[in-house]
């Protein structure tokens, strides 16, 4: 079976809430040498179209949370395996939570995964986190960077309201927002030093700024 097939058999499966053929499907992969973060990408397209196909209503609040539950075991088989390959990387203190308003999430537990198989020490707030949540917790944890996730274009007042509360605060590290709908343009009126869209992408962004900071 090739890969191809093997990747539409796992978005299908995660789409129709499949939860032991997804599981069966992850662990053929992970034991035929697949990338990880392969696997990561097409669970990751199945939960999309779980969330089309509730905004269609043909699932229903009971199939996002057995979507979510899915996703999460994949998480635990997978994790093992990305921390076995990775080894010698930079460590510091991260700050993690989706803001007020917006209680997505697969995007953060993604990142929180990847960081701590990356040996960062994480804290997740988790979602719908108010600016003073973001402001308290940024000045007992002392982290080495602020991440902030949000997916609704709602959020991005939340981002604003939350970054000029940290710095008002006098937190001078690095703010990152993060989620599928941002630019270049949306950092800007956040006022967030960076911005990715891409789980990966912001882990490496994250290893290259405390990287920076830890010399």
Known sequence: MSHTDTSAMLIAAITDLQEETTLALVRQRLDSGDDPLLIIEDCKE????????YEQREYFLAGLIMAGEIFRQVMELLQPVVERQVSGQASGRILLGTVAGDIHDLGKNIVNMLLSCHNFVVHDLGVDVSPKTFAEQTAQVQP?????????TSSYDAMRETVALLRASGYQEPIIIGGGQLSEEVCQYVGADHW?????????????LISGQMR
């Open 46 to 53: 199945g939960m999309r179209r779980v969330g089309l196909r």
């Open 144 to 152: 080495h960077l602020v991440g902030l996730s949000g997916l609704l």
């Open 196 to 208: 990715t869209t891409d789980a990966v992408t912001g882990v490496e962004l994250c290893q290259r």
